[in-house]
């Protein structure tokens, strides 16, 4: 109750009349850290969270819990000069949020950010425009970790832990205007397509589809490798 009541700061009554909290009071914070949320606009957005919690997604960690993990990695990042907002409307956008604070916390941590490096011939080819009748697909390959994170985001999936796979697998993003769908190949072959949250791939992107594919199946050998850039120096590195 109390890190509820500090997390809202002096007008925390009027915000805890908008959600049930004492639901969320059976588990202890996990250390004695206390957050703030800066301004009004945060505590909004919190409060929607909150009464959205569990309703997209369950979550393995109790909502004190994960709130004073966020909350700490921000205090950790704007120690090193970063100015994050809290702008999650709903559990799933929360998921994002963490992932994104998450990835810039590993950055500072190990020094350095990780991407695939791919032949730039190569990727001219892939994402050049798909152009059918009066339609523009656009094609765009994913690969740094910023790239799989923004895509969970955009896209509501789990595409921020397909990183790790992309030693493996080439995953590419298939947007025309504001409707996208996300593609796995693996040497040359379409491995599986999914839309938005996971859902069927719509009719419209069929056609696209099977032609990226064949750009694909052009280069069954094509090879990569995992490289790590955008280097800190030790003075911004944290642990």
Known sequence: MNYFCKLF??????????????IHC???????????????????????????????????????YTLNKLFSIRDLLEQRGMNLKFKAKNDSEFDNVMEMWSGLKLHFARGYKVRYLIPEDFIEE???D?????????????LTEDDFRIEGFNMKNCMSKQFAHGAIYIFVSLQYKRKRINLQYRKGNLVQSYGKANTPVIEIFEEPTHIL???????????????????????????
């Open 213 to 239: 594919t064949d750009r694909f199946k052009k280069h069954p050998t094509i090879e990569w490798k995992k490289e790590k850039y955008d280097f800190l120096t030790n003075s911004q590195s944290i642990s």
């Open 130 to 142: 798909i152009v059918i009748g009066d339609e523009t697909f656009k094609p765009k390959i994913l």
């Open 26 to 64: 059976y588990d202890t914070p996990p250390n004695k850290k206390l957050h703030y949320l800066k301004n009004e606009s945060e505590k909004d957005f919190l409060v929607k969270v909150i009464n959205d919690w569990e309703i997209d997604t369950i979550k393995t960690d109790s909502l004190i």
């Open 9 to 22: 700061g002096d007008n925390h009554i009027e915000y805890l009349k908008k959600f049930i909290w004492e």
């Open 126 to 128: 892939m994402e050049e």
